[in-house]
């Protein structure tokens, strides 16, 4: 049986008697993975001293929310995108942080109506401080009076509803809500298509029903959220307490991210490698190796990616940004994973939100301004601010409205 065969039947074992598995749990499941029966040169391997990376203890602190600074940015580029809902009725999430923001967003661009969905998840446990965010900033901008934040909207209500916004309050926006839609109603994806889990959002079901589903353009002067990545994804590997001026990088990325991960990463001093998926990564001996992919259902970075890593240098640190690690996996070679804590499939390994008001701000008034677009029929090119999505998106055809 080869190394990898014997590794993956230790990793069934380990899930088999345990609910869960991580890092943490190694010190006490030290005898789970001595080398399976029939299995030759099979050896667990220590895990390195992290040392050489001295991480930040404890979690990121986030700051609150300043309601002055946000409603100025919120103003700023509702008249910068020419964002004009006048006429519509907007659903939308009623969250905390800057995600509360977007109600009150599209009330201040002139929505009659804007309906804020609560939604209890493990994420979002309560429901009464995800509305009193939400309503707070609605008051502190008096707009209070066209915003409601409900559970539920009946269904024969959904006939009345414009623009669907898509967040973890509203969505997976299945087929079933989409036959309650009116055919001139637009879903606003509030992100570009490389960005999404899969089962968001029916995209079938909305080309049958006729309905457009655009999504902002991250690239338009007006976003600018590319070099965001970029500094979130720095401010990542500082709190892993890496030296960006002395480590050798592998970026592993397949998004539109990688040009700006490399340049931010170069202009720091460092030598970088960019690879658009693990099996291209070449044998050098990398200090980090940085996982910027795109959500999927298995894990690009594997069990046989992270065996290869692991051959050439036990060492290597992972920063996971974005797409997925099979951490099992990697604490069974020894190699070290960071943020310690997993993030959810389709969130980055720290939220935007760390970086303050205008790049959240940003992309959600960039997805309201693509729905907008959308629905009043304007021309939207490779430049605009936003774009259309249609089924099989995966090719990111980008069409005219």
Request: hydrophobic fraction near 45%; glycine fraction near 6%.
């Amino acid at each position: 049986m080869g190394e990898p065969a014997a590794v993956w039947q230790c990793l069934k074992s380990m899930r088999a008697h345990a609910t869960r598995f991580d890092e943490t749990d190694l010190p006490r499941r030290k005898n789970a993975c001595q080398p399976v029966s029939g299995a030759r040169n099979v050896t667990p391997i220590p895990k390195p001293s992290s040392g050489n990376f001295p991480a930040r203890p404890g979690a990121r602190q986030f700051l609150e929310v300043d309601h002055a600074e946000a409603l100025a940015v919120v103003r700023k580029q509702i008249a910068l995108l020419d964002l004009d809902l006048s006429g519509l009725t907007v659903v939308a999430g009623a969250a905390t942080g800057y995600q509360a923001v977007t109600a009150t967003a599209a009330a201040l661009a002139n929505a009659d109506r804007v309906v804020a969905l609560t939604r209890v998840s493990s994420r979002h446990p309560s429901l009464a401080a995800a509305a009193d965010a939400t309503l707070a900033f609605a008051e502190y901008a008096k707009v209070a009076e066209r915003v409601e934040v409900t559970n539920r909207i009946e269904s024969r209500k959904w006939q009345e509803v414009d623009l669907i916004t898509n967040c973890p309050q509203v969505g997976p926006i299945s087929r079933s809500l989409i036959e309650l839609l009116p055919s001139h109603a637009v879903v606003a994806l509030m992100a570009e298509p490389w960005e999404l889990r899969q089962g968001v959002l029916d995209f079938d079901a909305c080309d049958e029903a006729g309905i457009k589903v655009a999504a902002p353009n991250l690239g338009h002067p007006a976003i600018d959220l590319m070099p965001e990545f970029a500094r979130l994804c720095r401010v990542l590997l500082e709190d892993a307490g890496v030296d960006q001026r002395a480590s050798r990088f592998a970026v592993v990325c397949d998004t539109p991210c990688a040009p700006f991960l490399e340049r931010m990463l170069a202009e720091r001093g460092a030598r970088v490698g960019v690879f658009s998926h693990p099996v291209l990564l070449t044998d050098d001996a990398w200090e980090v190796i940085i996982v910027a992919m795109r959500p999927s259902a298995k894990p690009p970075m594997d069990i046989n990616s992270l065996g290869r890593i692991a051959r050439r240098t036990r060492q290597a640190l992972l920063v996971q940004f974005s797409g997925g690690i099979d951490r099992s996996a990697a604490s069974y070679f020894g190699l070290r994973v960071w943020p310690p804590k997993r993030p959810n499939r389709g969130e980055l390994g720290l939220p935007l939100e760390i970086l303050g008001a205008a790049p959240v701000i940003r992309r959600l008034t960039g997805g309201l301004k693509a729905a907008e677009a959308a629905y009043r029929g304007a021309e939207l090119g490779r430049d605009s601010v936003g774009f259309l999505v249609k089924a099989g998106f995966e090719m990111l055809d980008r069409e005219h409205a």
